[in-house]
T-cell receptor, first 112, second 114 residues
Framework: GQQLNQSPQSMFIQEGEDVSMNCTSSSIFNTWLWYKQDPGEGPVLLIALYKAGELTSNGRLTAQFGITRKDSFLNISASIPSDVGIYFCAGQGGDAGNMLTFGGGTRLMVKP | DGGITQSPKYLFRKEGQNVTLSCEQN?????MYWYRQDPGQGLRLIYY???????QKGDIAEGYSVSREKKESFPLTVTSAQKNPTAFYLCASSMRTGLGYEQYFGPGTRLTVT
């Protein structure tokens, strides 16, 4: 199946720094979803985006649905140690049909 | 409270044995999914079911089988034909909201085959 290009693959930052990660695709999507996965657990849905250009926040997290419908980004402001984990983007609909297509994940490590 | 449960959390089997992983949801979601995750990798779709008594193969269905006899339940059987079954298995479910589909995951089952 098709893949989303998610970058960076990993980040090692200092507590308090802002973080930015993004996903790009050659296909258009109708929905972008961002998940966080803690070690040994299932992914947890953080933010869902449904409209091109939409900017949505959830606490210190902000995500945007790219205007071309082929990309999305996630920002985390003022990172804290519990932000550690793997962040996945997923696209749904459009060229991809109703199934989710996942990015490869961004592993975030936060140094206290 | 509502959610998706997978059991057991850890499962160990000998090579050549079939094993069934449980997935139950009480969210009243129509669609259910099984994914496989290998270390440091993303999620790959094994099977999905959009309605009771119907299911479709995903990207990596070989060596796996499923059933969907009840809306709440979507068990996955890892057969002896699966060449490399050791992995983290995730079940998910979804329903259409007013805007689109949101997919929610269970806590996962880590299967080790030796």
């Amino acid at each position: 199946g098709q893949q989303l290009n998610q970058s960076p693959q990993s980040m090692f930052i200092q507590e308090g720094e802002d973080v930015s990660m993004n996903c790009t695709s050659s296909s258009i999507f109708n929905t972008w979803l961002w998940y966080k996965q803690d070690p040994g657990e299932g992914p947890v849905l953080l933010i869902a985006l449904y409209k091109a250009g939409e900017l949505t926040s959830n606490g210190r997290l902000t995500a945007q649905f790219g205007i071309t419908r082929k990309d999305s980004f996630l920002n985390i402001s003022a990172s804290i140690p519990s932000d550690v984990g793997i962040y996945f983007c997923a696209g749904q609909g459009g060229d991809a049909g109703n199934m989710l297509t996942f990015g490869g994940g961004t592993r975030l490590m936060v140094k206290p | 409270d509502g959610g998706i449960t997978q059991s057991p959390k850890y499962l160990f089997r000998k090579e050549g044995q079939n094993v069934t992983l449980s997935c139950e949801q009480n969210l009243n979601h129509d669609a259910m999914y099984w994914y496989r995750q290998d270390p440091g990798q993303g999620l790959r779709l094994i099977y999905y079911s959009q309605i009771v008594n119907d299911f479709q193969k995903g990207d990596i269905a070989e060596g796996y089988s499923v059933s969907r006899e009840k809306k709440e339940s979507f068990p996955l059987t890892v057969t002896s034909a699966q060449k490399n079954p050791t992995a983290f298995y995730l079940c998910a479910s979804s329903m259409r909201t007013g805007l689109g589909y949101e997919q929610y995951f269970g806590p996962g089952t880590r299967l080790t085959v030796t």
